[in-house]
């Protein structure tokens, strides 16, 4: 069992990792959550959405959804953050 000292420190430590995930906006904010769930890098999906990158976004947003099984919220986030880098 934790001794008040101990609680103390763990909440601290925990509020600071909440409040530098809270400086992550945008589609950005997904990709711990897109990493932890599908076991992939972020790399990985931005390689894949290169296949397709000709595409429209919703088009895009299909493809990693139908071939790879990824929400979609997810598979939005990585399709505008693709396009936002490739300056689509």
Do not use: C
Not at 29 to 37: A, D, L, Q, V
Request: hydrophobic share 40%.
């Amino acid at each position: 069992m934790l001794n008040l000292a101990q609680l103390s420190a763990a909440k601290s430590a925990e509020m600071l990792h909440d409040e530098s995930m809270s400086d992550v906006k945008g589609p950005a904010s997904y990709f711990p959550s897109i990493e932890k769930k599908y076991g992939q890098p972020i790399s990985h999906w931005m390689t894949q959405l290169e296949h397709v990158a000709d595409q429209k976004h919703m088009e895009m947003v299909a493809f990693l959804k139908d071939e790879h099984g990824l929400g979609h919220g997810h598979a939005n986030a990585l399709v505008a953050q693709f396009r936002s880098d490739k300056g689509i």
